[in-house]
């Protein structure tokens, strides 16, 4: 069984909704949000939660970052 889709070892996978977030989802959501939509948007967009839209977004910018 594929970790990443069971929420598991994956970049974005959140514990607090137990739902599959794979590369798809990853990339819908951030696909919205870097053409100007909201988090709102980018979750109804592909078709998550907004908390979730909100780590998968969060995760993302953390990774431009860099490490501490």
Do not use: F, W
Not at 9 to 20: I, K, L, M, R, S
Not at 38 to 56: L, R, W
């Amino acid at each position: 069984m594929n970790d990443e889709k069971q929420g598991g070892a994956g970049p974005a996978a959140d514990e607090t909704t137990h739902h599959a977030i794979d590369r798809t989802v990853i990339a819908d959501v951030l696909n919205c949000y870097a053409h100007g939509g909201t988090t709102e948007q980018s979750a109804i967009s592909a078709g998550v939660d907004v908390a979730t839209a909100h780590k998968i977004i969060a995760d993302a910018i953390a990774a431009q970052k860099g490490p501490k």
